[in-house]
């Protein structure tokens, strides 16, 4: 049983530890622009250095995220085709929410999203079309959200839909009337703490020690 209960920790251990940036939010039309928004969804942060964006052409280094910097456990960023303070403005976010404006290679009604890590490697792609049975939302004026974690990284805009004033995501109104929650995102909640990993880690300690006196 303590063999079985290391190795579930251990496992546990090791998949939390790796960190996993993903697509969370998007929206190809609104009042204050476009954006998209990436979440590292992984237990450390992470250096966004060299990496990139690019949509259906799937060329890494074409918008550069360098801009973003040590982007922690849990924290979501944006990228927008306006400037970083108008898109605040408008959705009254915090200075410290990262925004990078300017993005100018517009996504579209129907089309992908892809996102490099610094040496070029695909680390998250999602392609929609502009309509559910096309597959996916259409996102004029309300971003679009995933209805699980699990379609985080699926690549699958069916599992994704429209947000709404209120829903899990707290979505609101900006003041140019779309609807969505950049910056924020309800999947943060599943980063675990710092504290459960000091659990696991004395967890671990504790059943070495109970095997060293067995032998």
Same mark, same amino acid.
């Given at each position: 049983?303590?063999? %079985?209960l290391a190795a579930l920790l251990v496992a546990g251990f090791a998949s939390q #530890?790796?960190?996993?940036?993903?697509? *969370?939010?998007?929206?190809?039309?609104?009042? /204050?622009?476009e954006f998209i928004e990436f979440?590292?969804? !992984?237990?450390?942060?992470?250096?966004?250095? !060299?990496? /990139?964006? =690019?949509? =259906?052409?799937?060329?890494?280094?074409v918008?550069? %995220? /360098? &801009?973003? !910097?040590?982007? $922690?456990s849990g924290e979501s960023v944006v990228i927008t085709e306006t400037s970083a303070d108008t898109f605040r403005l408008d959705w009254g976010l915090a200075a410290t929410v990262k925004v990078l404006g300017g993005y100018t290679n517009n996504i579209g009604r129907a089309d992908e999203l892809? %996102?490099? =890590?610094? *040496? &070029?490697?695909?680390?998250?792609?999602? *392609?929609? &079309?502009?309509n559910t049975a096309a597959g996916g939302p259409r996102t004029q004026n309300v971003s &679009?959200? #995933?209805? /699980? +974690? $699990? $379609?985080?990284? #699926?690549?699958?805009?069916?599992q994704w839909v429209l947000s709404s +004033?209120?829903? +899990?995501e707290g979505s609101y109104a900006s003041l140019s009337a779309a609807v969505g929650s950049p910056g924020t995102t309800a999947f943060a909640a599943a980063v675990p703490e710092p504290e459960t990993y000091a659990? %696991?880690? $004395?967890?671990? !300690?504790l059943i070495g020690f109970m095997a060293r006196r067995r032998a």
């Open positions: 049983m303590n063999k %079985l #530890a790796q960190a996993e940036v993903r697509i *969370t939010e998007w929206m190809y039309s609104g009042g /204050s622009g979440t590292n969804l !992984g237990a450390t942060a992470v250096n966004f250095a !060299g990496w /990139s964006y =690019d949509d =259906d052409s799937r060329t890494p280094g918008f550069n %995220l /360098s &801009g973003f !910097g040590m982007v $922690a892809n %996102l490099f =890590d610094g *040496t &070029g490697a695909l680390v998250d792609r999602l *392609t929609y &079309g502009d &679009g959200r #995933a209805m /699980s +974690v $699990a $379609a985080l990284g #699926a690549n699958d805009a069916k +004033v209120g829903d +899990v659990m %696991l880690l $004395a967890g671990l !300690g």
